[in-house]
Structures are given as structure tokens and as C-alpha cells.
């Protein structure tokens, strides 16, 4: 099993930067894909960034330009740092572990979700 905790959100104005962090831990082996989804009230939720364990990132249209995301290996960390945030940005923000390996199965998982709110 693998638990994501998720940290680094909070309130700025239009144009400011915010960076979010997600650090996985448990017992597992293979992680093949670190995203990151964000929902907001009354609006179903959607995919903004994803990286795959071999490197290959891809963006969401609206934040392509914007917004990175980076895989740390090492600590086990996923980060997404947002620039130039618009009040559309704001949404609650969820880390998801897809297609975890324990050695018998695949499983996903979601961190528990934290809320980045920009004002204008």
C-alpha cells in the first residue's frame, strides 16, 4: 500500500506563484504514472499534469506554459509549482499514484486533496 500527503497550498493573488508537494511512502515497487488533478466546486474534476516514472510529461491545455510538475525519485516526491495563477486556477488540488506494483497487484491511489485558492 502507499499513502500520498500532500502539502504547500493556500491563498495569493492573481499572478502570484504557489508551490504544491506530495511525498509517497508504504511498501510498494513500481509507480508508472504521478499526476496531478484539481476540482472545483460544482465542476467535475480534471487531469492537469502527469509524469511518468520514465519522464515523459505532459500538461493540460490551460496551464501548459505555466505550470511544472517534476518527479523526485529519490525522496519519492511529486511537485507541481504554478506561476502566473489565474482565479480559474483555483480548485482543490489532488496528487494520484497510478498504477502501483506491491508485488502481487496494481492498485491507485489519491492524496487527500488541498485547497489552492487565487484571488483577484
Known amino acids: 500500500q502507499v499513502q500520498l500527503v500532500e502539502s504547500g497550498g493556500g491563498t495569493v493573488q492573481a499572478g502570484g506563484s504557489l508551490g504544491l508537494s506530495c511525498v509517497a511512502s508504504?511498501?510498494?515497487?513500481?509507480?508508472?504514472?504521478l499526476a496531478w488533478y484539481r476540482q472545483a466546486p460544482g465542476k467535475e474534476r480534471e487531469l492537469v499534469a502527469t509524469?511518468?516514472?520514465?519522464?515523459?510529461?505532459n500538461y493540460a491545455k490551460s496551464v501548459k506554459g505555466r505550470f511544472n510538475i517534476a518527479w523526485y525519485y529519490d525522496t519519492n516526491k511529486v511537485t507541481l509549482d504554478m506561476n502566473s495563477l489565474k482565479v480559474e486556477d483555483s480548485a482543490v488540488y489532488y496528487c494520484q499514484a497510478a498504477g502501483v506494483y506491491d508485488g502481487r497487484s496494481r492498485s491507485d491511489y489519491w492524496g487527500q486533496g488541498i485547497q489552492v485558492t487565487v484571488s483577484s
Open positions: 508504504g511498501t510498494f515497487s513500481v509507480i508508472d504514472i
Open positions: 509524469v511518468s516514472r520514465l519522464g515523459v510529461i
